[in-house]
């Protein structure tokens, strides 16, 4: 059976708010032996275990805690992480470039296999920890090769949280004119932003931009996902 989504499971949540007993356990199992209808007309019902485990996502994440997410480490070595194979990477580098001064042969460009067989001689990396083709796939991936790979890592890893609601982002745009009365004017567009999830938290379009309007926007975007651990707002 595929999985509920969203819409389904914020559905059965909002039967606790109605359903009998005195205690939210005695809500939840009652709810539990409801039976739901999904948007393809399918009868669907889910034991107390499943809906005490919503409940709490939804208490901690928010909305955000009903989509399906990604497993934190996708994409990303178990065994070696990719700061630990740039810096064995930045270790070996300079050993390409040690040669005789009498040499005035151009220097090649230490190939990938060979900074990897580097790093195995030098006992930076392990074969069984990091196999030659995963080494050359995070290269790729991370750009480790490139001029200041590690600088440009970190730029990119700045804002990058792992988990919803960790950090918001806030950010404005001008909008369309809107008759006012007797006048055009134009709106101007507060919007919040998940880091993690990319959900949009709260957007709305107000006549002024100040420090009013993005408070109640921000009381609308706590209503709506909860409170982030942090918040960035670019705000003079």
């Known amino acids: ?21 005195r205690t939210r356990h005695e809500r939840v199992r009652q709810v539990a032996a409801m039976t739901f209808i999904d948007e393809n007309g399918q009868p669907r019902s889910f034991t107390w275990r499943t809906i005490q485990t919503w409940w709490y996502r939804y208490k901690i994440h928010g909305v955000t805690g009903m989509t399906p997410q ?21 270790a070996v580098l300079p050993t390409f470039h040690q040669k005789d001064p009498k040499d005035t042969k151009k220097q090649k460009k ?9 790093c195995i001689e030098k006992g930076l990396l392990q074969k069984d920890r990091l196999a030659q083709t995963t080494f050359f796939r995070f290269v790729r991936e991370f750009d480790l090769l490139k001029p200041d790979a590690d600088e440009q890592n970190k730029r990119r890893r700045a804002f990058s949280m792992q988990y919803a609601n ?25 919007a919040f932003i998940d880091d993690a999830s990319r959900v949009i938290c709260h957007g709305e379009f107000f006549f002024e931009e100040n420090a009013g309007t993005l408070v109640r926007a921000l009381k609308a975007a706590f209503y709506k996902r909860g409170i982030p651990e942090q918040l960035l707002v670019d705000y003079v």
């Not at 059976?1 to 007993?21: C, E, I, Q, T």
């Not at 230490?110 to 580097?118: D, G, H, M, Q, V």
């Open 70 to 90: 990604e497993r934190s480490d996708k994409g990303r070595p178990r065994k070696v992480t990719p700061e630990e194979l740039l810096e064995a990477i930045n």
């Open 166 to 190: 960790q950090l918001w982002q806030a950010d404005t745009m001008v909008g369309p004119f809107v008759r006012d009365g007797t006048q055009n004017r134009q709106a101007r567009l507060i």
């Open 110 to 118: 230490p190939t990938k296999l060979a900074i990897y067989r580097r």
């Open 1 to 21: 059976m595929r999985y509920a989504s969203a819409y389904l499971k914020m559905r059965v949540l909002g039967a606790l708010d109605n359903a009998p007993g």
